[in-house]
């Protein structure tokens, strides 16, 4: 199954698509985390794209379209792909089409979550995630189960994004509703839109999504 997962930064893609790497065996592509690699190891790319990733906007569609094609180049036909914050804008929902039908595949379904604007603030402010292996927390909704170690690789060492600050929270969802929401009819014209209720709990949220992906 190949799934997009669709909303305003703090909807829950990443978590959302985190979980069904664990538990599917799917592989998530996150356009976000490929281009904070780039930049953490330092290469052109990276130094490229920062002044724009820490504005809040958005970074060219040909950069990140060409990250996707990459990504899908590494993966075995069995493995799903589960897009996350990509495509972002009505010029990279063309370029996905090309390219996924260049790697015979097709998107079974968009799964937007639908979320309350004025609350992601407050989600996006508090999250933060092991600089080890990445794992994602935050202050209130997702603690690790020992206080200041990660569940998943035990460090206690953690961090927290450059643009996970309150202005630049605002240009990124002003970024989504200009460029971004106008790619959800596309999608809702080919009949695989989804829409979900984002504000559940994060078990809520995947009970929604696993359910869309059984068919049920
Ligand atoms: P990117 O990394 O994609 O950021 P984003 O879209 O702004 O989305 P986030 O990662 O902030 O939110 P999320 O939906 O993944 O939420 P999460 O699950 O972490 O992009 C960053 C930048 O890179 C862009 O601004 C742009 O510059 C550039 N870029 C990336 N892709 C691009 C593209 N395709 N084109 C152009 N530029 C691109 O959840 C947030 C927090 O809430 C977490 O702490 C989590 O624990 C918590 N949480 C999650 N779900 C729930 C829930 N149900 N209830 C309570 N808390 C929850
Ligand atoms: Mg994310």
New binding site residues.
């Given amino acids: 199954m190949n799934i997009i997962l669709l ?10 698509a985190e979980r069904l790497v664990a538990g599917r065996g799917m592989v998530q592509l ?4 490929m ?2 690699a780039a930049r953490k190891a330092d290469t052109p790319l990276g130094h490229q ?1 920062a002044a ?2 820490d504005s ?6 040909e950069i ?1 379209s060409a990250l996707i094609d990459d990504k899908l180049s590494t993966m075995t036909a069995d493995q799903g792909a589960i897009f ?6 009505a010029a ?1 929902a063309e370029s996905l089409d090309a390219i996924l039908s260049r790697h015979d595949r097709k998107l079974d379904r968009v799964i937007e ?1 639908d979320v309350d604007e004025d609350a992601l603030v407050e ?2 402010v ?2 933060y995630s092991c600089a080890k292996c990445g794992t ?3 202050d209130t ?2 603690r690790p189960k020992v206080d200041g170690v990660c569940d998943v690789c035990g460090s206690t060492e953690f961090k927290r994004r450059p ?2 600050n309150e202005e630049t929270v605002r240009t ?1 969802m002003a ?1 989504y509703r200009a460029k971004t929401a106008p790619v959800i009819p596309i999608y809702e014209a080919r009949g695989i839109l989804v829409r979900i209720d ?5 078990d ?2 995947s009970a929604a999504i696993a359910d869309i992906l059984d068919g049920k």
Wanted: glycine content about 18%.
């Fill in positions: 909303g305003p930064p703090g909807a829950g893609k990443g978590t959302q996150s356009t976000g985390d281009l904070r794209v724009v990733m809040g906007a958005l970074v060219s569609d990140v996350d914050g990509y495509p972002r804008t990279q979550l989600r996006i508090g999250r994602n927390y935050h909704f997702h643009d996970d990124r970024e984002g504000m559940g709990d994060i809520h949220v």
